[in-house]
């Protein structure tokens, strides 16, 4: 069979946050780049990041990156590498000046410097008073950022292929991986591009529980195409729920209402968080809200005539803050929740937000895979950044803030040594024939014709299956069902049929692909979770309901091949600071 061909030196897989500063610094030093994109690029999910970039640029408060670096171990439940943490937030500095200069138009103080706002799990002093760390132009930080590194890329001439599906990755006949099946999603025809690189850019997949905070492109395809070329997804239990999603519909309300002085209320109007978080209250990290908010409502202090949420009160902070600071959180509760914050509290409850884990790599973006004897060893030529991967700076729960971060910074290191990897390695590689019919051949089931089931049943019974098996308190036999479940689910892929075979712009098609790789990504949360007995972070085991740092301060590592767990040590030791070692986390 012979399909179209394009080579390049870097294939970019994304072209949300992560992917575009990695495509920036390779196109800047002139290496032929090709970002591919489900979506138009600014419509990825960065876009839609509300809050802001944490820099301890301490233009409000005073701050430090040591502060910024204690709370991201402690917010991590000490899960988090600490070389990587630090690393991530002594390079908030100068990333957040470099966004700055290239255009991004930040929120200013009256000084002129950059607005900062507070956010969860923030303080100075390592646990001291609440710090004020997140860099914010308004309610709408991601907007700008992925913009302005949409622009730079053009400036630099990266070459896009906008609306392009991935679907495998590629090896050559040495075995290494050399490209990607993309497929023209306007055309619906197939084509191959080979690169001396790849990086993986491909963003979360919130899209696998029904309630979220994840546009519909979040379906996990990075995560599940590395899975799918034998790499393991490392510490996929740990998925964030984020407190304030719009009750019922879980859209985001950002957690900088909370910053800006909202705070939450039950059913006797009680600011409830006082009890469980004494000193931070309603800015104690995600994991530690989200099962409070749930544990009122489960206690019968939830409100509405369901009594399903709690609500969320701004308007004692006047219209006019309102209207400068959020003004996309006053729009999107007008829409969907029908309410105006400036005069009524906002229902809200937890939502499916952000995957913890990831594709495992360093802390340059180099993909990595455990080697025997406790070793590691770099995959040759695959990088991952952002959503997708797991450099390890969350841990068992992100603190607020911290991943707009992540993307660019890792983004960015990952596009530095591609450079260097593309010097020492400039010759072309060419895909193995086998590798590209295996991939055509998964693409080719989706002509089988016939009636059967429709994909958005399968996808409905995936989500559904997920929220109640998979969610913010977990059981052992809880699990155990929704893993059998998920089994099911895997096999009844087969009954599947498309009714529309055409083949421009053939939705139906990519949404089959899509719940494909939802399916291995919910095995991976599902099997994680099951074997993890302790609670840590996001990962609340009610039948293990302590953290056990004796056993299981490791990583998981889950296998596609036999649903296979592996684990890995935490990396305790930072780059120049003594280390933190672990301690009971109160807020
Ligand atoms: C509503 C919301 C608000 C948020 N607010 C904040 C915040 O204030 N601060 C913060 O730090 N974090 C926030 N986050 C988290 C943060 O925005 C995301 O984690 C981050 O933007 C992810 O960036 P990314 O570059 O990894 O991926 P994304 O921006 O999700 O981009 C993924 C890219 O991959 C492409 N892609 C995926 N699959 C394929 C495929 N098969 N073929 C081709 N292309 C593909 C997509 O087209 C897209 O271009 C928020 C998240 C949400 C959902």
Redesign the pocket.
Known sequence: MSIPKRQFDALI?????????AALQLARAELRVA???????T????????????AALGNVLPDSWHWHMFDTIKGSDYLGDQDAIELMCRESIPTVYELERAGVPFSRLENGKIYQRPFGGQSQNFGGEQAAR?C?AA?R??HAV?HTLYQQNIRARTHF?DE????DLIRDAEGLLCG?L?LEIATGEPFLIEAKSILL????C?QVFRT????K??????MA?ALRAGIPLMDMEFFQF?PTGIAGKG??I???TRGEGGYLINRHGERFMERYAPRAKDLASRDIVARAILTEVREGRGCGPQGDHVLLKLDHLGEALIAERLPGIRELSRIFASVDPIKEAIPVFPTA??IMGGIPTDRFGRVVMPAGQGAEEVVPGLYA?????CASVHGAN?L????????LVF?RLAGKDIIEYVRDNPYPRIADPASVEQAMARLIRWERCGTGLSVQALSAELRKCMEDHAGVFRTESVLQEGVAQLHAICERLDEVRLRDHSKAFNTARIEA??LE?LIDVGLAIALSALNRRESRGAHARLDYPQRDDRNWLKHSLYYREGDRMDYKPVRTKPLTIEPFTPQERVY
């Open positions: 897989i994304g072209a949300g946050g992560a992917g575009l500063n970002v591919v994109s489900k979506v138009f690029p419509r990825s999910h960065t876009v839609a990041a509300q809050g802001g970039i944490n997140t914010a309610d930080t991601g992925l292929f392009c599906f991935a679907c990607a993309v850019a491909t963003g979360g919130g979220t905070s994840n546009a492109i979040n379906t996990g395809d990075g195409m984020h859209l985001l950002s957690e900088g937000h952000y950044a952002g959503e997708c991967a992100r607020g803030g911290n991943s707009l971060l992540d993307i983004g692909l899509e790789n």
